[in-house]
Every structure is written in C-alpha cells, then in structure tokens.
C-alpha cells in the first residue's frame, strides 16, 4: 500500500509538471451537483469524480479516499454527489466538463441512463472510468475499475450454506439491489451459484418469491429470470424498501417459514434494516444474514451479532486504481487493466479487485490491522 501511495505521489508530480498552467490546490466540494469549490479561481479541475450519493456510508468511504488520493497526488480534484438523481447525474458531468477535466471518474446512479452523461463527456474529448458499478449499452465507456462483484454475491451464498450445515428445509429469503444497477445482478448471480445445488438438496426452501421459486431446479439464470426475481425482491438499494419488504414478507409467512431462518441480503444498508426487522418476530428463532460494504454501523452489527457477516471492498484499492488510471491517461499511456466486461455495446476494458469476507472472527486482523479503521470506532472488539 505504501508503496502504491508513493508511485501515486511521484506520477501525480509528474503529471503536474506536464500540465503547465494547471492549479494544484485541492478542491473536494461535496455538495450534491454543487461546484462551488472551483468558483472565483483560475485552477483547472483535471479529474472529475461523480458518486450516486452520499445518504449510503458506503459512497462516503469512497469519497474520503478520492480526496484523500487525488490530493495527495497533486490533483486539483472534485467529487461531486447525484443524490440519487440521473439528472443530478447529468449536471454533475456538466459541471465538470465546464471546468476542463480530461478524466471522468464516474459511479453510475442507473447504470442505462448514464450513458447521455458520458457520451457528452466523450464528445468532449474527456475520458471515462466507469467506477464501481458498470455503465451500459454505450461504447462511450473508456475504462471500468471495480470489485469482484460476482464474488461478492458468491461469499454471501456461501455463508448462508455454511451456517445452514446439515440442516433442511431452512427458509430463505432472498433479497436484492436496485434493478438498475447491473451490481445487482452480478451479486444475485454469484449468490444463485452457490445457493440453487442446496435449494435442490433440500437444505433451503425459498421463502418470499414466486419467481425465484419458479427457475429453483435452473443452476444458471437468464439476465431476464434474474431480472424477473430482482424485480420481486428488490430494495431499490433504500433503507426503507427494505423494511418494508422485509415486513410483508414476515407477515405472509406461515410458520413453516419462520424458526431458524436465512436472509440474503444485499448489502449493509439493507441488512441492517431487514436485520432489525427479522429480530423482533417472535416466531423468527434466529436469522443468519449477509451484507457488503464494511459501513461502520454494520461492522458494529457483526461485533454485537445483529448482522453475520459483510464484504470488505477495500475502497483505498479501487480508489487508487482509479487514479493510477487517470495518471496513466493523462501521460498518455494505455492504463495496465486485467479483465474485460461487456457493457451490452463493448467490452470495457477492467481493472477487478478482490474481496475479504469480514465475520466477528476477523473484523479486528481485516478492518483494525489493515488500517481501514481505528479500534476506538467500536464496541466489543478484543
Ligand atoms: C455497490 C455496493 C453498494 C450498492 C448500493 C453497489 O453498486 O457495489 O457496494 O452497497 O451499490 O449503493
């Protein structure tokens, strides 16, 4: 890690003294579609950030590295919020368009609809990283970084089987992230790997899903039967879809689907809050459940046993990667990328990071250790 802060350093330098002319103060605005920092100042913003929102701890993990990387690398940078807005989204290329960037890191808030954005931006000239989430049906996609995220939903299969063991019929619920989100469908594609051979051995009984229940004996699912499920059970990524879902399903169980039961949840927003949704059915003996995202509170969750597990996706990694990306664009060499994925229009050329499962067991040796957190941020580590 140090080593790649200081390869980051020297090259954002290098970077800096090619650009003749360009400001070096560091400008990090974080207000949704606001680009109040650069106002007032003759400074050029060479690397634009858009994050979807700043209501999920998980965005601001990523933001705080961003500042902190491309700040430390020399980069007068912007990271700019969509509040979950397509048109926010929009604005925010605009902004920065209109500032002069060369390179556009972007998360998309809708993976489809972001393809206006970034066209414009490749109209003018600007290169485009997609980050994190892939950005569909345009060719105007340069680069995408990301998590392994058919790991991820693999990992939270997998944890759900561990914990059933030899146990049968374990009702399961499943769970998903926002239909436009093409995460979504990698995280239940991993997860539909791991889960269908024990669906069909009996050890789980799917709970809440007619369309799942519909393609159980299929090992592998079409994008549109993925699409049929995700459409049942998503949460729209939001706190409350979330409950509330998590409510209505409880409620139209009978009780063969309480007892000791299994939640594949997709991350930690919503694991939290179908957590505590789960907790307080009386009938509902006890629940296993997965997340993602490492967010402090679900971290917290793990330690007090509410939440069972979550993925730790190192955002000083992807983060980095990024702006390894763009300091390579801007020297005007080819960046160093390791996969490819087909965005329905191309195969984006991709940077994949792995993943860490974090249980009770490990939060102190991956989070603590790692540097990614400080001990005193929680309760009941040893
Ligand atoms: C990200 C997750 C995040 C989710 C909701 C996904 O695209 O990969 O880390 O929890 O979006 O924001």
Redesign the pocket.
């Known amino acids: 890690m140090k080593k790649k802060v200081l390869s980051l350093l020297l090259a954002g330098a290098m970077v800096m003294s090619m650009l003749a002319g360009c400001g070096s103060t560091k400008q990090t605005d974080a207000g949704a579609g606001s680009a109040a920092a650069d106002k007032g100042s003759d400074s050029k913003v060479e690397v634009g950030v858009v994050l979807?929102?700043k209501d999920?701890p998980?965005?601001l993990q990523d933001q705080s590295q961003f500042e902190s990387i491309l700040g430390d690398a020399g980069f007068t940078n912007q990271v700019l919020f969509s509040q979950g807005s397509s048109a926010t989204e929009k604005t925010n290329v605009e902004t920065l368009l209109n500032q002069g960037i060369k390179v556009l890191i972007i998360c998309a808030q809708d993976g489809a609809a972001a393809s206006a954005a970034v066209e414009e931006a490749k109209d003018a000239g600007v290169t485009v990283i997609a980050y994190?989430?892939l950005i569909t049906g345009t060719d105007a996609v340069d680069y995408y970084v990301t998590?392994d995220?058919v790991a991820v939903g693999k990992a939270q299969g997998q944890y759900l089987v561990d914990n059933a063991g030899d146990k049968k019929d374990v009702p399961l619920y499943l769970y998903a992230?926002a239909a436009t989100?093409n995460?979504?469908f990698l995280f239940f594609q991993g997860a539909w790997e791991v889960l269908q051979p024990k669906i069909a051995d009996g050890t789980f009984v799917i709970a809440n899903s007619s369309e799942a229940e519909a393609v159980k004996d299929k090992a592998e699912l079409t994008r549109e039967e993925e699409g049929k499920i995700i459409g049942q059970v998503s949460t729209d990524?939001d706190f409350n879809v979330a409950k509330s879902k998590a409510e209505s399903n409880l409620t139209a169980a009978n009780e063969s689907m309480k007892g000791d039961v299994a939640v594949l949840a997709?991350?930690?927003?919503t694991s939290r809050s179908i957590a505590d949704v789960f907790a307080t059915d009386k009938d509902v003996t006890s629940y296993a459940i997965t997340g993602?995202?490492t967010e402090k509170a679900s971290v917290q969750y793990v330690l007090d046993g509410k939440q069972s597990m979550t993925v730790f996706?190192d955002t000083r990694k992807l983060a980095a990667d990024s702006v390894d990306m763009a300091v390579s664009i801007l020297k005007g060499e080819t960046p160093k990328t390791d996969t490819t994925y087909d965005n329905d229009s191309k195969e984006v050329p991709a940077k994949q990071t792995d993943i860490q499962v974090v249980t009770k067991d490990n939060v102190k040796e991956a989070l603590i250790d790692s540097g990614y957190y400080e001990a005193s941020e929680f309760t009941g580590l040893e």
Do not use: L
């Open positions: 979807p929102t999920e998980r965005w994190d989430r998590f995220s992230g989100d995460n979504a990524w997709p991350n930690d927003g993602q995202d996706k």
